[in-house]
């Protein structure tokens, strides 16, 4: 939204202008960063085809590790959070975000804790980033805590794009592939038929499936395309539902190649979320309460919040995580035990992160290693199938000559 402003400065002259935000009060803050008095704000209409759509405008990981970054920088050269928060606000470009700094900004000037204003944009600020901060707000070491946010936030993201980094070329491959296919199967097919029947003879039994492939793509290709965007949409938001997201969860980790991937992703953002709390000062139970959430699995939800009691009533962690072995390793339960007897659980949970991240990468490459072969076996399967399917008649026509 854009609103037309007219204000006052320091000196009392009239100012005039445009200011892009998502609500009139948002508005308003953005006019007060520039250190004018505000006197109207009238919202400016503008046509449906040159509205931004707030998709191109969502806030992500990245950009939450540089406000940590450039937020902890600024607490740290003793400025005021209140003026950090407003000079970080007027170097952001992105206007939804500018907003949202600016909102936190007012609010931490009226007086609430930098954490409680966080705490009312959960889209952005995790649970887990929200705890971090009100430690560091309590021990006085804010500065050093964003920091160390910054950087957690950071190798999460990496960790993130380097998945996401290894399934990319297999995808792309087959998603060519399945376009050539269908190019071959809807543009090139029928043209071949009318001359393969034109030309009389037997038709191999393999060049008839194909021919049948072929027209029934021709003839009902819409309905085809039809099905499979209405299965993909129903796949994607039923798993997008709670109980969708609870069968998927428990699906992963019973089928024996999602299990051993999924199992180490879980277990490293377990034990480096964990690792990041208790480091950070905050107490065992209240760490692993927050953990929780941040896995991002049912199964293990349930595990650690079982586990948070045990420990609430006394017991160790990693005597607790004994009774869950099908979801958290012997490796990572003796450097629990290792860590609580030292005294340095969170050394010995990142030690955990260290292993798991180099044996993470390691399935990546094996996995990709047996895809590559696989998909070459599967396309040149399919093509040399589709080439036989047109040259078989064609040598039986020539052999009848």
Do not use: C
């Amino acid at each position: 939204m854009q609103f037309y402003y007219k204000a006052r400065d320091d000196n009392g002259d009239i100012q005039v202008g445009e200011v892009e935000a998502s609500s009139k009060e948002a508005a308003f803050l953005v006019v007060q960063s520039y250190d004018l008095y505000v006197i109207s704000l009238i919202e400016k209409k503008i046509p449906f085809y040159k509205r931004k759509f707030k998709i191109f405008e969502r806030i992500s990981t990245k950009d939450v590790v540089m406000i940590s970054r450039q937020l902890a920088v600024m607490v740290e050269s003793k400025i005021p959070i209140v003026e950090s928060l407003q000079t970080l606000s007027r170097q952001l470009q992105q206007k939804t975000l500018k907003e949202k700094v600016l909102s936190i900004a007012d609010k931490v000037e009226g007086g609430i804790p930098l954490s409680k204003a966080l705490s009312e944009f959960p889209e952005i600020f995790s649970r887990f980033y929200i705890s971090m901060v009100k430690s560091g707000e309590t021990s006085g070491k804010l500065s050093e805590t964003l920091t160390y946010l910054a950087d957690h936030l950071e190798r999460d993201y990496e960790f993130r794009q380097k998945i996401v980094g290894a399934m990319f070329y297999p995808i792309f491959i087959l998603v060519i592939f399945l376009g050539i296919m269908i190019f071959l199967f809807v543009v090139v097919m029928p043209e071949l038929t009318v001359i393969l029947l034109d030309a009389g003879g037997d038709i191999p039994l393999v060049t008839q499936i194909v021919i049948g492939i072929s027209d029934f793509l021709v003839n009902n290709g819409w309905f085809v395309a039809l099905g499979i965007y209405s299965v993909t949409v129903f796949t994607i938001k039923f798993f997008s539902t709670e109980q969708g997201r609870d069968i998927l969860d428990e699906f992963i980790l019973k089928v024996p190649g999602f299990k051993d991937f999924f199992s180490k992703v879980y277990i490293i953002r377990f034990s480096e979320s964990l690792s990041t709390l208790i480091t950070a000062g905050i107490p065992i139970v209240k760490s692993l309460e927050i953990t929780s959430d941040i896995v991002q699995n049912k199964v293990y939800k349930e595990a650690i919040l079982k586990i948070a009691d045990s420990v609430e009533q006394g017991k160790q962690m990693s005597e607790a995580m004994q009774k869950y072995p099908d979801i958290f390793s012997p490796i990572l339960i003796q450097m629990a035990i290792v860590g609580e007897r030292s005294g340095r659980l969170g050394s010995a949970l990142m030690n955990v992160v260290r292993f798991f991240r180099g044996e993470l990468e390691r399935t990546l490459e094996k996995y990709i290693s047996m895809i590559e072969p696989l998909l070459i076996i599967l396309l040149g399967g399919m093509v040399g199938g589709l080439v036989a399917s047109v040259l078989l008649p064609i040598y039986n026509i020539s052999l009848s000559m």
